[in-house]
């Protein structure tokens, strides 16, 4: 059997034993235990001996430098563009489709884009990460300089979600990158954007799909989804302008009758005001071209990476079609 050429690495590192903490050795997060204490009644006896309890883990911060989004297109969709993603994405439909029909209704995201989300992150629910998350944002913080103050906040998040889910942070597993649940939130979109879907007085994205549906679709109306409007257009180039184009960014800046003016010319969806970006991918042979729309910028708020709101895109029209015509 032939391992990726992203896995093979990791699974090397996997041999790496993680490291039991010191406080003693990390001035830094000493302070962090007394801003915890000092702002947020944290018991500091209780922190002291859950640092005591962490483990660093040299395999988190090695998926952070490595991340699969790195990977050219044509490699990174055959994680999710396949048939057990399409066919357990049309299953999950049939079986919560009343938390996606009122999901829709009330957010105003289709059902097949909240299932392209789940099924990106987690399968379902079905992997949603093996690392403690107390160690994974640990790990982070005092050993991955690049972003060592975000996953410093992102620890101060998790310690109040766990306090608020009445859990012990020991217990929580999610993503090398310290996400977890279904949806895989962050501990700070957890606590901003997490909605208690089916009324039980809970915000439950840990085992609760309703929870997990209301809240993917909350995420996305909140940052900036635009009901009814596309997410993506194939597109036919003329000219050596579109580089200019390309060079933008994911985000719409420019209006398709500009963006008609330097050679990019949308195939289904012409609107000329409405403002688009020109987003290029890797194929097996080559790089080929794609248009971009609001919505789908807006999927790039839930992971920054195009090839991420791409196969979001592409699964859920996969899911949509796999639903409305069954086997």
Do not use: C
Not at 9 to 25: K, M, N, S, T
Not at 149 to 158: A, G, K, M, N, S
């Amino acid at each position: 059997m032939r391992v990726l050429a992203w896995l093979a690495p990791l699974l090397v590192l996997f041999a790496v034993p993680a490291q039991a903490l010191e406080l003693g050795d990390y001035p830094d997060l000493r302070r962090f235990v007394d801003e915890m204490v000092e702002r947020h009644g944290l018991g500091r006896g209780s922190l002291t001996k859950l640092f005591e309890d962490v483990e660093i883990k040299p395999a988190v911060v090695h998926a952070m430098e490595r991340p699969r989004e790195g990977l050219p297109w044509h490699e990174y969709r055959q994680s999710f563009l396949d048939e057990p993603h399409i066919r357990d994405g049309a299953r999950y439909w049939k079986q919560h489709a009343a938390a996606l029909v009122r999901a829709y209704g009330h957010y105003g995201v289709p059902p097949e884009v909240v299932l392209g989300i789940l099924g990106v992150e987690t399968h379902y629910g079905k992997n949603r990460g093996s690392y403690r998350v107390i160690d994974a944002l640990t790990t982070l913080t005092v050993d991955y300089p690049p972003r060592a103050e975000f996953f410093r906040r992102e620890l101060e998040e998790f310690l109040l979600l766990a306090r608020e889910l009445k859990r012990d942070p020991r217990a929580l597993r999610g993503s090398y990158a310290g996400a977890l649940g279904i949806p895989q939130f962050i501990p700070s979109s957890y606590r901003r954007y997490a909605v208690d879907f089916d009324g039980d007085g809970r915000r439950d994205l840990l085992g609760n799909p309703t929870d997990a549906i209301g809240s993917v679709a909350n995420f996305l109306k909140v940052h900036g989804w635009r009901p009814g409007e596309p997410l993506w257009d194939e597109t036919r180039l003329e000219g050596a302008s579109f580089g200019f184009v390309e060079r933008l960014g994911a985000k719409p800046t420019l209006s398709i009758e500009e963006l008609i003016r330097y050679g990019v010319f949308p195939v289904r969806h012409i609107d000329g005001e409405r403002r688009a970006a020109l987003i290029s991918f890797e194929g097996e042979s080559g790089p080929f071209y794609r248009i971009g729309y609001h919505n789908f910028y807006v999927i790039t708020r839930y992971n920054r990476s195009k090839r991420y709101a791409m196969a979001v895109t592409e699964l859920s029209e996969l899911i949509r079609h796999r639903y409305e015509n069954p086997p």
